[in-house]
């Protein structure tokens, strides 16, 4: 009998504690939240940013662009150095062995639509 007694409070007890929703609290949790609530953050100083951050001043005015007192001049100069192109034509054609170099575009055309000659192969 005292065996069926055990069983019986060993059963109570054991459907109480899992039918039983006991209102837990998160220790963690309320740590936290108490934590939270307690932070007071540090007052920063009226002055703190001096040094940290620069003053803004005002860039420079640009100049507007001028012409040259004496643009003919000027022109006369840039036309006198700049390259003519028979000077440009003899430099390529030096430069280069080809001899369909310099023969112009219409020769180039002419390269590509010739028939390619087909080798005869012997058996």
Do not use: I
């Not at 703190?48 to 100049?63: D, M, Q, R, Y």
């Not at 023969?103 to 055309?109: E, M, N, R, S, Y």
């Amino acid at each position: 009998m005292s065996s069926m007694k055990f069983l019986r409070q060993a059963a109570r007890s054991a459907r109480t504690f899992s039918t039983t929703s006991v209102a837990r609290k998160d220790l963690v949790q309320d740590l936290y939240v108490k934590e939270l609530k307690a932070y007071k953050p540090p007052v920063a100083a009226k002055d703190a940013h001096v040094g940290v951050v620069k003053n803004f001043s005002l860039p420079a005015v640009p100049k507007p662009p001028t012409l040259p007192v004496d643009l003919a001049a000027e022109l006369t100069a840039y036309d006198a150095t700049e390259p003519t192109k028979a000077e440009a034509e003899v430099t390529s054609s030096s430069a280069h062995a080809d001899e369909n170099v310099g023969k112009g575009a219409d020769a180039f055309l002419g390269f590509l639509e010739a028939d390619v000659k087909q080798a005869e192969v012997h058996h």
